[in-house]
């Protein structure tokens, strides 16, 4: 039986996790050793980098696109070569795709009715049936205190993932690990309406 974290992120194309491979290659060949990639950015930098959403300008700067999300209240931007795709998982819930299978970049954010202020240890391994939770760190998502952490996924290998609650939804952002400083460039930009 699949649940609902199984199912949402086995929407992922089989373009970007191939193009995410090739990226995987590239990193590994040509800037870390085996096991290495992406250290120069986990931890304080992330949540650093996504401390300034306010300060942006509403407009998409050029090369960058704006995504609105009117049944959940929230706008950021991305790339212009990504596609954003919307799946909606019943009860309340969405998933949303941003892929761009050229560059081999992409994340998924997937939001969810959730009563709680925190996560519970309960939500989180029905989400992440690994129950991994590495190097958290603590992030503003669009004026929200939001976790910042490495996890594994048996689709996609290690995964940079984020989560906030707000107004009754839990967010659950999912890159793949390699692309945790594009990541938090998108969600730098991520405003609440």
């Known amino acids: 039986m699949m649940t609902s974290s199984m199912r949402h992120k086995t929407t992922i194309t089989i373009g970007i996790i191939a193009a995410v491979a090739l990226v995987l290659g590239v990193l590994f060949?040509?800037?870390?050793?085996?096991?290495?990639?992406?250290?120069?950015?986990r931890g304080e930098e992330f949540a650093a980098s996504a401390e300034h959403s306010e300060t942006l300008p509403r407009s998409a700067p050029d090369g960058w696109r704006k995504y609105e999300n009117a049944p959940y209240s929230f706008s950021l931007f991305y790339p212009e070569g990504m596609t954003a795709r919307q799946f909606d998982e019943g009860g309340g819930a969405q998933t949303v795709i941003f892929e761009d299978a050229v560059a081999g970049q992409g994340f998924q954010i997937f939001i969810v009715p959730y009563d709680g202020a925190q996560v519970s240890e309960e939500r989180f391994l029905k989400d992440v049936p690994s129950g991994?939770?590495?190097?958290?760190?603590?992030?503003?998502?669009?004026?929200?205190?939001?976790?910042?952490?490495?996890?594994?996924?048996?689709?996609?290998?290690?995964?940079?993932?984020?989560?906030?609650?707000?107004?009754g939804y839990l967010f659950e952002v999912t890159a793949p690990a390699v692309l945790d400083t594009w990541l938090a460039q998108i969600l730098d930009t991520w405003q609440f309406n």
């Open 132 to 167: 991994v939770r590495r190097e958290l760190t603590v992030a503003d998502i669009g004026g929200v205190s939001a976790s910042a952490f490495y996890s594994t996924d048996a689709l996609l290998g290690e995964t940079r993932e984020v989560w906030f609650t707000r107004n």
């Open 29 to 41: 060949f040509g800037f870390s050793p085996a096991g290495e990639v992406g250290e120069q950015y």
